[in-house]
C-alpha cells in the first residue's frame, strides 16, 4: 500500500510539472474580452490561433480562472501583423503584486518590464530596444520564483532577469492595462497572433530562479 501511495503522489507530481494550455484552440473558453474603451475584437481562427484586432487604443484579453502567483513559467508565441506598437502585454500576477512584461512597444521595438518601483518599461534598467518585425513569430517565456522573474525572447534576443526582496516593488502601470488582471494579454494600436500559451507549474527550482548571493 505505501508503495502504491508513493507512486500516486509521483504520478501527481510529475503531472503538475506538464504544461497546461491556456487556449483550446477553439474557442475562449477561460477567457473574457478585456473591458478595454475602443477595444478590438478578439477571435479564435479557424486554425485555433487567437487574432487580437486593432483597438483604439487597447485590446487584449483577460483570465477568468485563477492563475498561480508563484513558482510558475508562462510559454507563448505572438506574431505582429499590423500595426507599429507592442503586440505583447502580458500581465500576470507575483504574490500580491502584478506587473506587464512589454514586447514591441514605445515605436515597434522596446521590451522590458512594467514597472518596477513605479518605473515602467521604458524608464527602469531591463529596458532594451530592437527591431521587432511584422509577421514574425517571436517566441516568449516568463519564469516566476521567489525573488526573481526572468523573461526571455526567442530565448536570447531580450532576457531580462528582475531580482525582488518585496513583491510590492512591482506594480502595474497606472491606466486600463489594470483591466487585463489577474492574468492577460493585450496590444496598443496593433493586430496580433496568440498561440501555443502554456502555464506550467515549476516543481523544481533552477539555480538561476534563485537570488543571487552577494
Same mark, same amino acid.
Given at each position: 500500500?505505501?508503495?502504491?501511495?508513493?507512486?500516486?503522489?509521483?504520478?501527481?507530481?510529475?503531472?503538475?510539472?506538464?504544461?497546461? %494550455?491556456?487556449?483550446?484552440?477553439?474557442?475562449?473558453?477561460?477567457?473574457? #474580452? %478585456?473591458?478595454? #474603451?475602443?477595444?478590438?475584437?478578439?477571435?479564435?481562427?479557424?486554425?485555433?490561433?487567437?487574432?487580437?484586432?486593432?483597438?483604439?487604443?487597447?485590446?487584449?484579453?483577460?483570465?477568468?480562472?485563477?492563475?498561480?502567483?508563484?513558482?510558475?513559467?508562462?510559454?507563448?508565441?505572438?506574431?505582429?501583423?499590423?500595426?507599429?506598437?507592442?503586440?505583447?502585454?502580458?500581465?500576470?500576477?507575483?504574490?500580491?503584486?502584478?506587473?506587464?512584461?512589454?514586447?514591441?512597444?514605445?515605436?515597434?521595438?522596446?521590451?522590458?518590464? =512594467?514597472?518596477?518601483?513605479?518605473?515602467?518599461? =521604458?524608464?527602469?534598467?531591463? %529596458?532594451?530596444?530592437?527591431?521587432?518585425?511584422?509577421?514574425?513569430?517571436?517566441?516568449?517565456?516568463?519564469?516566476?520564483?521567489?525573488?526573481?522573474?526572468?523573461?526571455?525572447?526567442?530565448?536570447?534576443?531580450?532576457?531580462?532577469?528582475?531580482?525582488?526582496?518585496?513583491?510590492?516593488?512591482?506594480?502595474?502601470?497606472?491606466?486600463?492595462?489594470?483591466?487585463?488582471?489577474?492574468?492577460?494579454?493585450?496590444?496598443?494600436?496593433?493586430?496580433?497572433?496568440?498561440?501555443?500559451?502554456?502555464?506550467?507549474?515549476?516543481?523544481?527550482?533552477?539555480?538561476?530562479?534563485?537570488?543571487?548571493?552577494?
Amino acid at each position: 500500500m505505501k508503495i502504491l501511495l508513493l507512486f500516486v503522489a509521483l504520478s501527481a507530481s510529475c503531472a503538475l510539472s506538464e504544461p497546461v %494550455a491556456l487556449f483550446n484552440g477553439k474557442d475562449l473558453t477561460g477567457w473574457n #474580452p %478585456a473591458p478595454l #474603451p475602443g477595444g478590438g475584437a478578439v477571435n479564435v481562427l479557424s486554425n485555433g490561433i487567437v487574432e487580437c484586432g486593432i483597438g483604439d487604443p487597447l485590446s487584449g484579453l483577460a483570465y477568468t480562472n485563477t492563475p498561480p502567483t508563484m513558482n510558475y513559467e508562462l510559454a507563448l508565441e505572438a506574431m505582429r501583423v499590423e500595426g507599429s506598437d507592442f503586440f505583447i502585454a502580458l500581465t500576470l500576477p507575483v504574490e500580491k503584486s502584478f506587473c506587464t512584461v512589454i514586447i514591441g512597444g514605445w515605436g515597434g521595438g522596446l521590451c522590458g518590464l =512594467s514597472s518596477f518601483d513605479y518605473a515602467d518599461a =521604458s524608464e527602469n534598467q531591463w %529596458a532594451e530596444g530592437l527591431r521587432l518585425e511584422n509577421n514574425r513569430w517571436y517566441a516568449l517565456r516568463v519564469r516566476v520564483t521567489p525573488g526573481v522573474l526572468q523573461v526571455f525572447l526567442n530565448n536570447d534576443l531580450y532576457t531580462a532577469r528582475i531580482e525582488y526582496e518585496d513583491a510590492s516593488r512591482l506594480s502595474l502601470r497606472s491606466g486600463d492595462i489594470e483591466k487585463t488582471k489577474p492574468l492577460g494579454l493585450a496590444t496598443y494600436r496593433t493586430r496580433a497572433l496568440w498561440r501555443n500559451f502554456t502555464l506550467t507549474p515549476i516543481t523544481a527550482l533552477q539555480p538561476s530562479d534563485k537570488p543571487r548571493v552577494e
